[in-house]
C-alpha cells in the first residue's frame, strides 16, 4: 500500500482537493463551492467528508494517506495551526489543524496559499530542483512565495513573500495596503486594465477601445501583436515594473529561478522574453548570471500540490 | 576543559582573530596586519600562528578549540569552502577551508564577512533571541546580511543579502555595482557626505562648508543638532532612503528586528529615532507591527563572533 498525501486549496469560492504520490503526481481531485456563509464548523465538516470520498474513489484506503495539507488565504498562526483571520470568509481564531485531525486522524498542517503554491511549483512544478526561487501570481492581484535553501520563508508574523507590495514607482496610485506604487498596481490584471482604460479616457488611439469596461490582459497582449501602441506601453511598464522588483528581490535574496504563474503568465513568451530583457537592464551583472525566468507549469493545481507537499515533500522515499 | 572556538574576521588591511566561548563571549582577541602582498600562502599561514598563539596566550589547550569560522569580504563557495574571488586581495580560486584544516586540525567553515556580523549580532548581540532579523552595517558602504528562521539567507551563489544595492530612487547616481539610485549612494558615508558636498559646491549655507573636503558623517550630525538645515536634508534623505529599502524588506522577509551597526549607526538616536519615524510612514501597517530598529551592540567583534559561531550557534549546551 503505497503512501498517499491530500492537498487542500481552500479559497473564498472554492475548494479544491488532490490526492498526491510521493512525486507530487496528482492521482485523483476534486472541486467543491465552499459555501462559506456555512461558517467554519459547515466548511471544514464539508472538507473533511470530501477528503475522505476522494481516497474512497480512487480506491485508496484511509490509512494509506498519511498527511493533509491545507492552503488558506489569510493570516495564519502556522506553528500553532490556528487561522487567524479569513477575511472573504470572516473566519477568526479557528483551530483548524486540531479540529481537522480531530477528524481525519492524521497529521495536518497549514500553509499561506500564495506559499502553499510557491512551495508546489518549487517541489514538482516550474521550480523543481531548485533550492532558492521566487513565485510571482500575477492574478488579480499579484502574490508570491520566497524558497531559499529549499525552505519557504514565512517571517517573524507569516507575512514574508507578499511581492505584490513592493515599491516600484516613486508617487504611484494608491494600493489596497494603505501605500502607493506597489508592483501589484500596476503588474496585476486589474492594474494593467487600469492603465489601459486611463488612456482610452485620455483619448489615445486604439484597438482596446472598443472593449472598454470588458478588457482583459488577453485583450492586451492581442492588440500588442497587432502593434497597438497603447496595450504596448501598459505591458511596457507592467514587465518594467515587475523586472524592478524582481532585480530588487536579486540582491536581497540571490534566487535561481523566478517562476512568472496567474492568469497574466498565460501570456507565455509574449510576457516572458520582454520579462527577460527588462531584466537584464534593471539587474547587476553578478546577481543576474544564470538566473532563469520561467513560467508555472501547475496551473490552478499548484496550491493543492503544495499544500499535500508539506507532508510528502520530507517524506523521502 | 571547557569547549572553544575561534572567530577570525579577514580584512584588506587587517585580521581580527577571537577566541570565543559556547555563549559568544569573546575571552581573548587579537589583531595584525593582513600584509597582502605576501599572498594567500604568507596570510594564511601567519592567520595559522596567530590563532595558535591566541588559544596559548589564554592558556587554552588547542585541542579544547572545537573549530575556526573565518570571515572573509568576497566571493566564496561557501559549501567548498573556497575563496572563489578576494577583490581586495586578489585572490583566486583558494581552498581555504582545506589548507586551515590540515593546519590546525580542526573542523573550518567561512563566510561572507557582512553575513558573519549579521550572525554575531543574532547570535549574542542586538538580534539575540530573535529568529528573523536583517542586519544593515552602514559605512564606507552599505552592507548587510539576512538571518531567517534561525539561518543566514544565502542564496544561490551566496550572493543574498546586499542590502545596499537595494534601489530606492528613481534616475539616482550612479553606484559602483553598474546600476543607479542605490541605497548606498544616499545612506553609507560616502553618500551622506556626497550629498554634503554637492550643497556645499552649490553654495548653500551652512556650517559643513568650514569641513569641505574633510567631512565625516559625524559633523553632520553635529552641524543637525545645532540647527544647520543642509546637514538636516542630508540625514533626512539617508533616513528616508534606509527606510524605503527596510519598507521593501518588511513586504518580501516580514523580519521582527532590523540592526543598524557600521560607523555611521554611531549617532545612535539621532539617526534611529527618525529612522523609526520614516519607516513607519512608508512600511504598511500590519508587517511593522511590533517591528523592533534598533543599534547594533557588537561593533567591530560582530565579524569574528558571528564567524566563531558559525561552529559554536550550533553545538549545543
Chains 1, 2 share one sequence.
Not at 16 to 31: P, Q, S, Y
Not at 231 to 250: G, K
Not at 277 to 294: K, L, N
Request: charged share 20%.
Amino acid at each position: 500500500m503505497e503512501s498517499r498525501w491530500i492537498g487542500v486549496d481552500l479559497g473564498g469560492t472554492a475548494m479544491k482537493l488532490g490526492l498526491v504520490d510521493r512525486e507530487g503526481r496528482v492521482i485523483a481531485e476534486a472541486e467543491h463551492p465552499t459555501l462559506g456563509e456555512e461558517g467554519p464548523d459547515g466548511v471544514l465538516g464539508r472538507m473533511v467528508r470530501h477528503a475522505r470520498e476522494l481516497a474512497e474513489e480512487a480506491g485508496v484506503p484511509w490509512k494509506a494517506v498519511k498527511g493533509v495539507g491545507v492552503g488558506l488565504p489569510g493570516f495564519l498562526d502556522i506553528p500553532g495551526g490556528v487561522v487567524k483571520h479569513l477575511t472573504n470568509l470572516g473566519w477568526k481564531d479557528v483551530p483548524i489543524r486540531a479540529l481537522l485531525e480531530e477528524a481525519w486522524q492524521v497529521p495536518v498542517m497549514i500553509e499561506n496559499d500564495a506559499n502553499a503554491a510557491a512551495l508546489g511549483e518549487a517541489w514538482c512544478g516550474a521550480g523543481r530542483g531548485v533550492d532558492d526561487l521566487v513565485c510571482f501570481t500575477l492574478g488579480t492581484g499579484v502574490g508570491g512565495g520566497i524558497v531559499s535553501s529549499g525552505q519557504l520563508i514565512h517571517g517573524f508574523k507569516g507575512f514574508a513573500g507578499e511581492v505584490g507590495h513592493i515599491r516600484v514607482q516613486d508617487g504611484g496610485v494608491a494600493c489596497n495596503c494603505g501605500q502607493t506604487g506597489c508592483l501589484e498596481t500596476i503588474a496585476s490584471a486589474t492594474g494593467m486594465v487600469r492603465l489601459a482604460e486611463e488612456a482610452i479616457r485620455e483619448g489615445k488611439e486604439t484597438v482596446l477601445a472598443a472593449k472598454k469596461g470588458a478588457l482583459s490582459t488577453r485583450d492586451l497582449f492581442e492588440a500588442k501583436e497587432q502593434g497597438d501602441a497603447v496595450a504596448r506601453e501598459v505591458i511596457h511598464q507592467a514587465v518594467d515594473a515587475l523586472a524592478r522588483a524582481m532585480a530588487m528581490l536579486s540582491v536581497v535574496l540571490n534566487p535561481q529561478r523566478f517562476v512568472i504563474g496567474g492568469g497574466v503568465s498565460k501570456a507565455g513568451e509574449s510576457l516572458l522574453t520582454p520579462l527577460r530583457e527588462a531584466y537584464a537592464r534593471h539587474s547587476q551583472a553578478h546577481v543576474r548570471e544564470e538566473v532563469e525566468i520561467v513560467g508555472a507549469t501547475l496551473g490552478n493545481r499548484a496550491g493543492l500540490v503544495g499544500a499535500a507537499g508539506l507532508h510528502a515533500r520530507n517524506a523521502g522515499g
